[in-house]
């Protein structure tokens, strides 16, 4: 038949074009980052790109978890940055990181954000609230580290069926911005980067929950390619740091 | 394996409530919309066939947001109407049935107007030259008539409705215990390192429950046709 023999020629064009696909080159550095972390570090590979302009970045921002989550299962990942130590010992006890490489970036602090006319102004405040955001605790470090906070506070009971799970901390960030919740619990930097309506109602208190900790490692594909190895120092220096500080994250 | 946790029981019940919910509503206005478009010859059909179709077609995702545009806090109907009587949709159960009634919606409207078009039109006529009104005719001949393709559409619509996802998440939110359905649950789940074991025991529960409804349809087909 005249439509099986078209078919037949075309049969070995399809095969070759779904082998060709795009193959990375060596320049191309894979980045995982927290989505917390969006704007610093696409400064950062920003910055080092204008000195190193050979380097070209993929970056790929997510929550933690989800992330985490993606490089266990075969995502390309060469660096991977978390907001929650728990992700990044995770992968290191599948044998999926360089163990060498692996240090702490940054650290940030909990904040709860909301329209500024709102009565809030502590933890015992919040149950009074219709509807608060979070992260998934699940996957997302800064719904963790909210939901840590909510627990240690006593109120988690109060909160039952008002807690609206986004799928990473910026989204928690937009609920509050578009008025469908009361407040969100979101990072320090974000409220300060990002929110234009709402403010920071109150800075959660350190001793609820564990210190927001970014650590940074390389993956085991990633330890194989010189300009990830490059990059990785590069986070070290006081430039990098310089441009950490001025997105609100804490160096020590 | 089969160790629910309590928001996944709350989730298993929030699906089956909000999918029952949806097909009840949409069964009136389904009809209606249905009994026009078979019935009723006027300029614009073919708008409203589209219009009726479009949640058919369009990303769930989109529908959700249009939904999000309409009733939100800012939104046209939100901030004009709702918000002055109080009424606050968006992130409540009633956003989830409202969002799972117009992605379902297409399906009913096409099931019944298969079925409408297979009622003998002498039939129709008969009662109409026997003196019956518009109405009475509808509620005496077409209604009763129009049965199986009622049950073909909401069981449809109850399947649909159950795995919405992408309408849902955006104008309901994922609150557990209040609008996490089993699909929001499962991608919650999915998204987690460690949740794949309870992703795959709701995807158990999800394609035990279909297949369930599916039987029943078939059930309800066959026991119509032995009627007739």
Redesign the interface.
């Known amino acids: 038949m005249k439509l099986k023999s078209i078919i037949c020629k075309l049969f070995p064009v399809w095969i070759i074009l779904a082998l060709f696909t795009m193959t990375a080159t060596a320049g191309d550095i894979n980045l995982s980052a927290a989505a917390s972390l969006r704007d610093a570090v696409t400064a950062l590979t920003t910055d080092y790109s204008k000195e190193n302009p050979g380097v070209k970045f993929i970056n790929n921002f997510a929550s933690s978890g989800a992330l985490a989550k993606q490089i266990a299962n075969g995502a390309p990942a060469d660096i991977y940055f978390s907001a929650n130590p728990k992700w990044m010992d995770y992968l290191k006890d599948k044998k999926l990181l360089d163990e060498k490489r692996i240090s702490i970036f940054a650290f940030n602090s909990l904040v709860f954000v909301g329209m500024p006319d709102l009565k809030v102004k502590n933890m015992q405040d919040v149950p009074t609230l219709e509807k608060v955001a979070i992260g998934s605790p699940s996957s997302v470090p800064a719904g963790q580290y909210a939901m840590e906070a909510i627990t240690r506070a006593g109120i988690d009971k109060k909160l039952e069926n008002k807690l609206v799970m986004a799928r990473d901390v910026r989204e928690c960030l937009m609920y509050a911005e578009r008025g469908d919740v009361s407040g969100s619990f979101v990072y320090k930097t974000d409220a300060l980067q990002m929110a234009k309506k709402v403010k920071i109602l109150f800075d959660v208190p350190q001793e609820l929950y564990f210190r927001v900790t970014y650590p940074v490692g390389i993956t085991l594909s990633g330890s194989k390619k010189v300009d990830v190895a490059l990059f990785y120092k590069y986070l070290q220096t006081t430039q990098a740091k310089e441009i950490l500080t001025k997105y609100g994250f804490v160096i020590n | 394996m089969f160790v629910f946790s309590h928001s996944d029981y709350l989730a298993i019940l929030l699906s089956l409530k909000v999918a029952t919910v949806a097909t009840l509503l949409s069964l009136p206005f389904g009809f209606a919309v249905a009994y026009i478009m078979t019935y009723r010859k006027f300029r614009g059909r073919v708008v409203l066939d589209v219009l009726v179709n479009l949640p058919l077609t369009l990303p769930p995702v989109v529908v959700g947001y249009l939904l999000l545009l309409l009733l939100?806090?800012?939104g046209w109907l939100g901030k004009w109407v709702l918000q002055p009587m109080g009424i606050n949709l968006?992130?409540t159960w009633k956003a989830a049935v409202i969002a799972t009634a117009v992605v379902g919606f297409p399906l009913m409207v096409r099931s019944i107007r298969t079925g409408m078009e297979t009622i003998d039109i002498r039939l129709i006529e008969a009662s109409r030259t026997l003196g019956a009104g518009w109405l009475d005719t509808i509620v005496t001949v077409i209604l009763p008539l129009s049965v199986r393709g009622l049950l073909a559409g909401s069981v449809l619509m109850f399947a649909r409705g159950l795995g919405e996802f992408g309408a849902t998440i955006i104008v309901a939110?994922?609150?557990?215990?209040?609008t996490?359905t089993i699909p929001l649950a499962i991608y919650?789940?999915v998204?987690?390192?460690?949740?794949d074991v309870m992703a795959l025991s709701l995807c158990l529960v999800s394609v035990t429950i279909s297949v369930i409804v599916l039987v029943f349809h078939e059930w309800l087909g066959r026991r119509m046709v032995k009627v007739d």
């Open positions: 939100g806090k800012n968006i992130f939110g994922n609150i557990p215990g209040v996490q919650e789940y998204s987690s390192p460690s949740g």
